[in-house]
Protein backbone atom coordinates (compact mmCIF):
# COMPACT_ATOMS: atom_id res chain seq x y z
CA UNK A 1 0.00 0.00 0.00
CA UNK A 2 2.42 2.38 1.08
CA UNK A 3 5.10 1.29 -2.02
CA UNK A 4 2.01 2.21 -4.22
CA UNK A 5 1.31 5.19 -2.99
CA UNK A 6 4.86 6.37 -2.79
CA UNK A 7 4.54 5.36 -6.88
CA UNK A 8 1.86 8.12 -7.27
CA UNK A 9 3.54 10.73 -5.68
CA UNK A 10 6.63 10.13 -7.41
CA UNK A 11 5.33 10.18 -11.01
CA UNK A 12 4.49 13.89 -11.48
CA UNK A 13 8.08 15.00 -9.44
CA UNK A 14 9.84 12.39 -12.47
CA UNK A 15 7.88 13.90 -15.06
CA UNK A 16 8.49 17.41 -14.09
CA UNK A 17 12.11 16.59 -14.24
CA UNK A 18 11.67 15.39 -17.20
CA UNK A 19 10.41 18.42 -18.89
CA UNK A 20 13.35 20.60 -17.86
CA UNK A 21 14.27 21.89 -20.44
CA UNK A 22 18.28 21.70 -21.05
CA UNK A 23 19.02 19.71 -18.52
CA UNK A 24 21.47 16.60 -19.09
CA UNK A 25 19.07 13.65 -17.67
CA UNK A 26 22.06 11.34 -17.42
CA UNK A 27 23.51 13.49 -14.55
CA UNK A 28 20.35 14.47 -13.03
CA UNK A 29 19.29 10.82 -12.93
CA UNK A 30 23.15 10.25 -10.77
CA UNK A 31 22.23 12.89 -8.91
CA UNK A 32 18.67 11.52 -8.06
CA UNK A 33 20.56 8.46 -7.35
CA UNK A 34 23.40 9.55 -5.02
CA UNK A 35 20.50 11.56 -3.33
CA UNK A 36 18.74 8.42 -2.67
CA UNK A 37 21.45 6.45 -1.85
CA UNK A 38 22.57 8.80 0.90
CA UNK A 39 18.97 8.89 2.72
CA UNK A 40 19.27 5.15 3.09
CA UNK A 41 22.47 5.82 5.05
CA UNK A 42 21.26 5.61 8.80
CA UNK A 43 22.84 8.81 10.19
CA UNK A 44 21.25 10.60 7.08
CA UNK A 45 17.85 8.96 7.29
CA UNK A 46 17.84 9.74 11.42
CA UNK A 47 18.57 13.26 10.24
CA UNK A 48 15.81 13.60 8.19
CA UNK A 49 13.51 12.25 10.36
CA UNK A 50 14.38 15.47 13.20
CA UNK A 51 11.92 17.84 12.72
CA UNK A 52 14.96 20.36 14.42
CA UNK A 53 17.41 19.83 11.65
CA UNK A 54 16.66 22.80 9.57
CA UNK A 55 15.83 21.76 5.60
CA UNK A 56 18.89 23.38 4.48
CA UNK A 57 21.61 21.26 5.92
CA UNK A 58 19.16 18.00 5.47
CA UNK A 59 19.33 19.16 1.64
CA UNK A 60 23.25 19.85 1.89
CA UNK A 61 23.82 16.04 3.44
CA UNK A 62 21.62 14.42 0.32
CA UNK A 63 23.23 17.13 -2.08
CA UNK A 64 26.76 17.81 -1.16
CA UNK A 65 26.77 20.57 -4.47
CA UNK A 66 24.00 21.82 -2.67
CA UNK A 67 24.85 25.38 -2.70
CA UNK A 68 24.64 25.58 -6.10
CA UNK A 69 20.76 25.49 -6.54
CA UNK A 70 20.88 22.56 -8.54
CA UNK A 71 18.02 21.00 -9.48
CA UNK A 72 18.27 17.71 -7.50
CA UNK A 73 18.82 19.90 -4.37
CA UNK A 74 15.74 22.32 -5.01
CA UNK A 75 14.06 19.37 -5.62
CA UNK A 76 14.67 17.96 -1.97
CA UNK A 77 13.82 21.50 -0.83
CA UNK A 78 10.76 20.90 -2.02
CA UNK A 79 10.18 17.18 -0.96
CA UNK A 80 11.29 18.48 2.65
CA UNK A 81 8.39 21.49 2.30
CA UNK A 82 5.98 19.04 1.16
CA UNK A 83 6.72 15.93 3.77
CA UNK A 84 7.34 13.61 0.95
CA UNK A 85 10.91 12.66 1.39
CA UNK A 86 10.43 9.16 1.65
CA UNK A 87 9.75 9.19 -2.29
CA UNK A 88 12.78 10.64 -3.20
CA UNK A 89 13.71 6.59 -4.10
CA UNK A 90 10.82 6.30 -6.10
CA UNK A 91 10.81 9.33 -8.18
CA UNK A 92 15.18 8.24 -8.92
CA UNK A 93 13.81 5.31 -10.25
CA UNK A 94 10.46 6.39 -12.37
CA UNK A 95 12.74 8.89 -13.69
CA UNK A 96 14.92 6.12 -14.51
CA UNK A 97 12.19 4.38 -16.40
CA UNK A 98 11.05 7.92 -18.08
CA UNK A 99 14.69 8.67 -18.98
CA UNK A 100 14.80 5.16 -20.68
CA UNK A 101 11.73 5.36 -22.30
CA UNK A 102 12.45 8.37 -23.61
CA UNK A 103 15.56 7.46 -25.25
CA UNK A 104 13.95 3.99 -26.81
CA UNK A 105 16.09 1.61 -24.05
CA UNK A 106 15.13 -1.01 -21.60
CA UNK A 107 17.54 -2.76 -19.02
CA UNK A 108 17.85 -6.58 -18.85
CA UNK A 109 19.38 -8.72 -15.95
CA UNK A 110 21.02 -11.58 -16.95
CA UNK A 111 22.24 -14.24 -14.04
CA UNK A 112 24.88 -16.83 -14.98
CA UNK A 113 26.79 -19.83 -13.77
CA UNK A 114 29.90 -18.64 -15.50
CA UNK A 115 30.67 -14.62 -16.56
CA UNK A 116 29.43 -14.19 -20.11
CA UNK A 117 31.81 -13.54 -23.11
CA UNK A 118 31.49 -10.43 -25.13
CA UNK A 119 29.87 -12.43 -28.18
CA UNK A 120 27.59 -13.89 -25.34
CA UNK A 121 26.65 -10.74 -24.28
CA UNK A 122 26.35 -8.95 -27.70
CA UNK A 123 24.22 -12.20 -28.90
CA UNK A 124 21.89 -11.73 -25.84
CA UNK A 125 21.56 -8.42 -26.63
CA UNK A 126 20.69 -8.84 -30.00
CA UNK A 127 18.18 -10.83 -29.48
CA UNK A 128 16.41 -8.78 -26.44
CA UNK A 129 16.23 -5.95 -29.02
CA UNK A 130 14.55 -7.95 -31.46
CA UNK A 131 12.07 -9.14 -29.17
CA UNK A 132 11.91 -5.63 -27.23
CA UNK A 133 12.07 -3.08 -30.27
CA UNK A 134 14.53 -1.15 -27.93
CA UNK A 135 18.33 -0.74 -27.19
CA UNK A 136 18.91 -3.34 -24.40
CA UNK A 137 21.35 -2.57 -21.70
CA UNK A 138 22.36 -5.89 -20.35
CA UNK A 139 23.26 -5.90 -16.18
CA UNK A 140 25.36 -8.97 -15.95
CA UNK A 141 25.38 -11.19 -12.47
CA UNK A 142 27.10 -14.18 -12.04
CA UNK A 143 25.70 -16.54 -9.68
CA UNK A 144 27.79 -19.71 -8.42
CA UNK A 145 24.81 -21.56 -7.01
CA UNK A 146 23.38 -21.77 -10.81
CA UNK A 147 25.18 -25.20 -12.03
CA UNK A 148 25.05 -23.93 -15.95
CA UNK A 149 22.63 -21.66 -18.39
CA UNK A 150 21.42 -18.17 -17.93
CA UNK A 151 18.28 -16.76 -16.29
CA UNK A 152 17.33 -13.61 -17.96
CA UNK A 153 15.09 -11.04 -16.58
CA UNK A 154 13.05 -8.12 -18.42
CA UNK A 155 10.51 -6.19 -16.81
CA UNK A 156 7.91 -8.79 -15.80
CA UNK A 157 9.62 -11.31 -18.18
CA UNK A 158 11.58 -14.28 -16.94
CA UNK A 159 13.60 -16.71 -18.92
CA UNK A 160 14.76 -19.37 -16.62
CA UNK A 161 17.51 -21.33 -19.20
CA UNK A 162 19.64 -22.60 -16.35
CA UNK A 163 19.92 -26.19 -15.93
CA UNK A 164 18.19 -25.69 -11.97
CA UNK A 165 14.99 -24.14 -14.05
CA UNK A 166 14.82 -26.83 -15.77
CA UNK A 167 15.29 -29.64 -13.19
CA UNK A 168 12.41 -27.76 -11.45
CA UNK A 169 10.24 -27.94 -14.87
CA UNK A 170 10.97 -31.26 -14.80
CA UNK A 171 10.16 -32.24 -11.41
CA UNK A 172 6.77 -30.59 -11.60
CA UNK A 173 5.98 -32.06 -15.30
CA UNK A 174 6.97 -35.57 -13.52
CA UNK A 175 4.60 -35.08 -10.52
CA UNK A 176 1.46 -36.63 -10.00
CA UNK A 177 -1.23 -33.84 -9.95
Same mark, same amino acid.
Given at each position: ?????????????? *????? =??? #??? @????? #???? @??????????????????????? $??????? +? &???????? *??? %?????? +???????????????????????????????????????????? &???????????? =? =??? %???? $????? =?????????? #????????????????
Amino acid at each position: MIRDQLAAIARPYA *RALMA =VPG #SDR @AALLA #SLEA @AAQALSDPAIAALAENPGIPRAR $LTAALVP +D &AADQSLVA *RLI %DLLLKN +DRLAALPWIAKTFAALKDEAENRTRATVTSAQPLSESQRERLRT &ALARRTGHTVEL =V =VET %DDRL $LAGVI =VQHGDMVFDG #SIRGRLAALAHALSPI
